[in-house]
T-cell receptor, first 113, second 113 residues
Framework: EPEVTQTPSHQVTQMGQEVILRCVPI?????FYWYRQILGQKVEFLVS????????KSEIFDDQFSVERPDGSNFTLKIRSTKLEDSAMYFC???????????FGPGTRLTVT | AQTVTQSQPEMSVQEAETVTLSCTYD???????LFWYKQPPSRQMILVIR??????QNATENRFSVNFQKAAKSFSLKISDSQLGDAAMYFC??????????FGKGTLLTVNP
C-alpha cells in the first residue's frame, strides 16, 4: 500500500541553525500539508500546498518557515533559524484531488538545543 | 473558525469492554468531514474512521463506530471489544472547505488487561 514517507525520523539541531525536513507524498496525490505537534499538545496545521504554491498557512507559519516541492516527488519544510520552541514532531500529509482524507507520514521529531 | 473539543483528557477501559470517546465541534459550514485518528506511542497518525456530514448513517469500521449527531455537533467514537493494541491517544478532527484538519486536544485511552 502506498504511504507517505518522511526523513529524517529525528533531527537534532542547535538554535539558530537552518533545518530542512523532507517528505515524499503518495505519488498520485496533489495536495500536501505540514502539521506540527509540540510534545503533549494537539496537532496544529502549519501550511497547505497545491499546484506549486501555498494554499493556506496558519499564524505559526511565519517568515522563518518555507515550503517547496523541488522535484516531482519531494515536499520540504525549511526552518531558517530554529528556536527552542520549534522543538516538536512535524507531520507531512497528502491527499488526492477532491478528497478530504489525508494520509500522514510517520513524522520527524525535531529537537532544538 | 472551526473548533474541535474533546472533553476527556484520559479514559480507561477493561480489555474486551466497550468505551466511548466524546467529541464536539463548531462550524458554520454545511459540508464537512469528521475523523478519528489514533496515535500510538510511535506517534504515527493512523486514520481510524471518517464520517461525511451529508450522510445520516453512522460510519463503522469493524470494532469502531461513531455516533454522529449533526444538529448537536457531536461526533463520538465507540470502541467495542477493546484490545490492548487500542491503547493510544485518540484525536478527533474536522475538515471543511479549506481542506485543512483541525484537531481536538486528544483523549489518552488506557486498556487494562
Amino acid at each position: 500500500e502506498p504511504e507517505v514517507t518522511q526523513t529524517p525520523s529525528h533531527q537534532v539541531t542547535q538554535m539558530g541553525q537552518e533545518v530542512i525536513l523532507r517528505c515524499v507524498p503518495i505519488s498520485n496525490h496533489l495536495y500536501f500539508y505540514w502539521y506540527r505537534q509540540i510534545l503533549g499538545q494537539k496537532v496544529e496545521f502549519l501550511v497547505s500546498f497545491y499546484n506549486n504554491e501555498i494554499s493556506e498557512k496558519s499564524e505559526i507559519f511565519d517568515d522563518q518557515f518555507s515550503v517547496e516541492r523541488p522535484d516531482g516527488s519531494n515536499f520540504t519544510l525549511k526552518i531558517r533559524s530554529t528556536k527552542l520552541e520549534d522543538s516538536a514532531m512535524y507531520f507531512c500529509a497528502s491527499t488526492e484531488a477532491d478528497s478530504y482524507e489525508q494520509y500522514f507520514g510517520p513524522g520527524t521529531r525535531l529537537t532544538v538545543t | 473558525a472551526q473548533t474541535v473539543t474533546q472533553s476527556q483528557p484520559e479514559m480507561s477501559v477493561q480489555e474486551a469492554e466497550t468505551v466511548t470517546l466524546s467529541c464536539t465541534y463548531d462550524t458554520s459550514e454545511s459540508d464537512y468531514y469528521l475523523f478519528w485518528y489514533k496515535q500510538p506511542p510511535s506517534r504515527q497518525m493512523i486514520l481510524v474512521i471518517r464520517q461525511e456530514a451529508y450522510k445520516q448513517q453512522n460510519a463503522t469500521e469493524n470494532r469502531f463506530s461513531v455516533n454522529f449527531q449533526k444538529a448537536a455537533k457531536s461526533f463520538s467514537l465507540k470502541i467495542s471489544d477493546s484490545q490492548l493494541g487500542d491503547a493510544a491517544m485518540y484525536f478527533c478532527a474536522y475538515t471543511g472547505s479549506n481542506y485543512k484538519l483541525t484537531f481536538g486536544k486528544g483523549t489518552l485511552l488506557t486498556v487494562n488487561p
